[in-house]
């Protein structure tokens, strides 16, 4: 059963350390969407990828956000420093092209990230 | 203003009932739209997606768009219990950005 793949599942870590977050897409996609959710905000979209190259992460503060794909089986989302008000889940989503160009996101179970 | 918008609700409806959601999109570029549940603690998942061009109906689901008020709606017949959950309505723009509202909360009374 072909799944979306996210690590860690949760993460605590004080403010100012570097948190990592990683997703294996599901085999065939050919786009990944990192979102994060808070119950304020709801579901954000902070970049996306497609055949591994970044089209958009006009969602993400870029002086401490970074998305990578270094190969079609890995996508990171990096957040250096990290600060009290990152702390939500943080999903990535694989995305398989249907007809008309359209797509199907494929949710990972998220990463629970708290910044102390 | 946001790209969706979605009452958060919650919205409770009796079980057998039908449960009625909505949500407006701001892009007329809208291409596709998406309804996704999403239990507590866990992931959304996919319920069902319409085209631009037309509703769709799947079991107890049904997506209808209309165009030119700019909403989609989704209803549930038969309301059970385990449909209680958030539902996120979701567009995909220009075949790229997806967007989701923040989600409405159903609650299912047995």
């Known amino acids: 059963d072909a799944r979306v793949t996210q690590t860690p599942r949760h993460k605590v870590t004080e403010m100012g350390q570097e948190v990592t977050m990683r997703c294996q897409p599901i085999?065939?996609?050919?786009?990944v969407f990192w979102y994060r959710q808070t119950m304020m905000q709801g579901l954000e979209l902070l970049a996306y990828?497609?055949?591994?190259?970044?089209?958009?992460d006009s969602g993400m503060p870029k002086d401490r956000f970074s998305a990578e794909m270094p190969d079609a089986t890995l996508a990171t989302l990096k957040i250096q420093p990290s600060e009290p008000r990152d702390s939500a889940v943080y999903f990535c989503?694989?995305?398989?092209?249907?007809?008309?160009?359209?797509?199907?996101?494929?949710f990972g179970s998220g990463t629970q990230l708290s910044v102390l | 203003q946001k790209e969706v918008e979605q009452n958060s609700g919650p919205l409770s409806v009796p079980e057998g009932a039908i449960a009625s959601l909505n949500c407006t999109y701001s892009?007329?570029?809208?291409?596709?739209f998406f309804w996704y549940r999403q239990y507590s603690g866990k992931s959304p998942e996919l319920i069902m997606f319409?085209?631009?061009?037309g509703d769709k109906e799947d079991g107890r689901f049904t997506a209808q768009l209309n165009k030119a008020s700019q909403y989609v709606s989704l209803l549930i017949r038969d309301s059970q219990p385990s449909d209680s959950a958030t539902y996120l309505c979701?567009?995909?723009?220009?075949?790229?950005?997806?967007?989701f509202g923040s989600g409405t909360k159903l609650n299912v009374k047995p």
């Open positions: 979701a567009v995909n723009i220009n075949f790229n950005k997806f967007y």
């Open positions: 989503a694989s995305g398989l092209v249907l007809d008309r160009g359209t797509e199907k996101l494929f």
């Open positions: 892009d007329r570029g809208s291409q596709s």
């Open positions: 085999l065939g996609h050919n786009t």
């Open positions: 319409i085209y631009s061009n």
């Open positions: 990828f497609r055949n591994r190259a970044p089209l958009d």
